[in-house]
C-alpha cells in the first residue's frame, strides 16, 4: 500500500516542482548566504545567528530576505527578526513553501542590519529510496540576504582658492 501511495504521489510532485516560481529581479551577485537549518517534522524553531564584528555591517544592509526549501516541502509559520540596535520584530507568515520554492520577505525603511533570525517551521514527512532502503527526507531551510547597492559617493574636485588675508 506504501509503494502504490508513493507512486501515486510522485507525479504530483514532479508536477508541482516544474511550476514557475516567481522570481525577482536582482542580480545574482546581490543574493548572500546567510544560514540554513534543518527542519524537523513537528513544529520546530531555529535561529540563524549573524554574529559579524561592526566593519562586516558597513557593507551589508540588506533590503530583503529569502527563504529557499529544499529536499521537502516547509510550513514556515513565522518569521522573527532580530537587528542589531536589538529590536525585534516578529512576523506571522503560514506559508507553505513547496520543495525548489522561496518565500521574498521585504525589508523596507532602515530595517536592514540584521543580528538574528528566528524561524518556527514544520518540514513535511518525505520518503526517498536509494541503494540503502527507505529513508526519512528532512526539509533544509536556506536564508539569503538581498544587499542593498549603495550607490558610490561622488567626489568632488574643488579647487583651491586662495584670498588675500586667510
Partial sequence: ??????????????AEAQRPQPQRAVAADAWELLGEQTVGFRVDSDSIVINQGEEWYRNRA????????????VNLISIGIVY???HR?????NKLIRRGGQLV???PGERSFLKQIDMKY???????????????????????GERVQR????????PVVEREGW
Fill in 1 to 14: 500500500a506504501l509503494l502504490s501511495m508513493m507512486g501515486i504521489a510522485a507525479p504530483l510532485n514532479l
Fill in 62 to 73: 540588506f533590503r530583503a530576505l529569502r527563504f529557499a526549501a529544499e529536499r521537502n516541502d
Fill in 84 to 86: 542589531i540596535n536589538g
Fill in 89 to 93: 520584530e516578529d512576523i506571522a507568515v
Fill in 105 to 107: 520577505l521585504d525589508l
Fill in 122 to 144: 514544520r518540514g513535511n514527512v518525505g520518503l526517498s529510496f536509494g541503494n540503502d532502503g527507505f529513508r526519512l527526507q528532512q526539509a533544509v531551510v536556506k536564508v539569503f
Fill in 151 to 158: 550607490r558610490p559617493e561622488v567626489v568632488v574636485d574643488r
